[in-house]
Nanobody, 126 residues
Framework: QIQLMESGGGSVQAGGSLRLSCAASGFTFSSNSLGWFRQAPGKEREAVAS????????YYTDSVKGRFTISQDNAENTVYLQMNSLKLEDTAMYFC???????????????????WGQGTQVTVSS
């Protein structure tokens, strides 16, 4: 059974940093796309970043480019999201998602992800 477990969320002041982790079980990273998505209250879910585990290709939504970094640790079967220079608008529930294969231009499209974690809350305050 494939499971994704997020951790690392919390409360931080604007300008601070957090690192989210997504530990995957039930499969081993080979040719998979792992993505981070977020949803703020009253807003639609939006893509944040994605990584293709076989090639390391990364994709970011424009609002986080230069501030967030997605990475993988194959030995730990874990994907990370390093978030720096956090802004108030980054406040949301963050979800990890996984799919088989290389999504390429669909890497930031939630509809292409099959497995989802329960989420971890990130709150940025002034």
């Amino acid at each position: 059974q494939i499971q994704l477990m997020e951790s690392g969320g919390g409360s931080v002041q604007a300008g601070g940093s957090l690192r989210l982790s997504c530990a995957a079980s039930g499969f081993t990273f080979s040719s998979n796309s792992l993505g981070w998505f977020r949803q703020a209250p009253g807003k639609e879910r939006e893509a944040v970043a994605s990584i293709y585990t076989a090639g390391g290709d990364t994709y970011y939504t424009d609002s986080v480019k230069g501030r967030f970094t997605i990475s993988q640790d194959n030995a730990e079967n874990t994907v990370y999201l390093q978030m720096n220079s956090l802004k108030l608008e980054d406040t949301a529930m963050y979800f990890c998602a996984a799919s088989n294969g290389r999504l390429q231009r669909f890497a930031l499209d939630a509809a292409y992800y099959r497995w989802w974690g329960q989420g971890t809350q990130v709150t940025v305050s002034s």
